[in-house]
């Protein structure tokens, strides 16, 4: 199982972009899937997480500037980005609980990371 994370890049101050993060490999089931960012020098923190019905939460930090999708036919999750600030620079990884096969327990599945960087 591999998640792959792409969509980062450079953007000004108040623009927006459009995170991905695709499964793929052999897999039985996904449940909660998350982004996390990590910026230089601090601890990874929690962005946003969404359920397998697609119910969302936000950390307060990007609240009402991100929001978070799913798409369970493509097995692919979404972070939709709006007026970005600085702040908002880091790596971001998506995050995947997943049940290898149907006789398994959930194990957790990280991807690469990919890197979004506000200019002001």
């Known amino acids: 199982v591999q998640l792959q994370a792409s969509g980062g890049g450079l953007v000004q101050s108040g623009g927006s972009l459009r995170l991905s993060c695709s499964a793929s490999g052999s897999f039985f089931f996904i449940n909660t899937m998350s982004w996390f960012r990590q910026a230089p020098g601090k601890q990874r923190e929690l962005v946003a997480t969404i359920t397998r019905a697609g119910t969302g939460e936000y950390a307060d930090s990007v609240n009402y500037r991100f929001s978070v999708s799913r798409d369970n036919r493509k097995n692919t999750m979404y972070l939709q980005m709006n007026a970005l600030k600085p702040e908002d620079t880091a790596v971001y990884y998506c995050?995947?609980?997943?049940?290898?096969?149907?006789?398994?327990?959930?194990?957790?599945?990280w991807g690469q990371g990919t890197q979004v960087t506000v200019s002001s």
């Open positions: 995050y995947g609980q997943i049940m290898p096969h149907i006789d398994s327990a959930f194990k957790d599945y």
